[in-house]
């Protein structure tokens, strides 16, 4: 069965640093893969999405995403996190019902 | 200005109860959906519209019914509220219901039922 999996509940970064949070899919094809951006009391916004070619997608506000057909992984990194960062990220794949399969949601937190 | 309208933001409802979610969205696009999200729970799918033809649906319930009176609107109805309803109905819409399509959400409407 589809699934999306992202271990972590809550990641706290220092301002300026770099970040990355994981995402594991289950699939048995190549999937549609995407990730989004919850800020408080606000609508999902998608962040980038990989649908096939190069592996290493970009995103809005710096942020990029790498897809690893052989780790079913799709994580999501920055190389400097801002203040605003600070919110809730999902990861999702669309499955063959075209519809959304989602992670349970990282929590990022931004450390001045 | 909002792409897509849900309302109300907030609403407390008695079991038992019957409530209307409200969602229109401005952005032309063809393919519309409900989403719940439940405390500590992932986003759930609950239905899928396209060209006001229900295409899937995923809630158990016969509680929950989607309504569709013009292209852009897809209200939710939910009747007999429990409290395990609570949760927060997020809204989306896609150019078309492919894989690929981009979705654009809405800001939810947040339900408590006492």
């Known amino acids: 069965a589809q699934s999306v999996t992202q271990p972590d509940a809550r990641v706290t970064v220092s301002e300026g640093a770099s970040l990355q949070l994981r995402c594991k899919y289950s699939y048995s094809a190549t999937p549609y893969l995407f990730w989004y951006v919850q800020y408080p009391r606000q609508g999902l916004q998608l962040l980038l999405k990989y649908y096939s070619g190069d592996p290493v997608v970009q995103g809005v506000n710096s942020f990029e995403a790498e897809f690893s057909k052989s780790n079913s992984s799709f994580h999501l990194q920055k190389a400097s996190v801002h203040w605003s960062d600070s919110a809730v990220y999902f990861c999702?794949?669309?499955?063959?019902?075209?519809?959304?399969?989602w992670g349970s949601g990282t929590k990022l937190i931004i450390k001045p | 200005d909002p792409k897509i309208i849900q309302k109300p933001k907030y609403l407390v409802a008695v079991t038992g109860s019957e409530k209307i979610l409200i969602c229109e969205q401005y952005l032309g696009h063809n393919a519309m959906y409900w989403y719940r999200q439940s405390a500590k729970k992932p986003l759930e799918f609950m239905f899928s519209?396209?060209?006001?033809?229900?295409?899937d649906n995923q809630t158990a319930s016969s509680r929950f019914q989607p309504q569709s009176s013009k292209k852009n609107h897809l209200d939710l109805q939910i009747t007999a509220l429990k409290p395990d309803d609570s949760a927060t109905y997020f809204c989306?819409?896609?150019?078309?219901?492919?894989?690929?399509?981009?979705?654009?959400f809405g800001s939810g409407t947040r339900l408590l039922v006492i």
């Open positions: 519209y396209s060209y006001q033809k229900l295409m």
């Open positions: 989306a819409s896609s150019q078309d219901g492919t894989a690929n399509s981009d979705y654009t």
């Open positions: 999702a794949l669309s499955d063959s019902n075209y519809q959304l399969i």
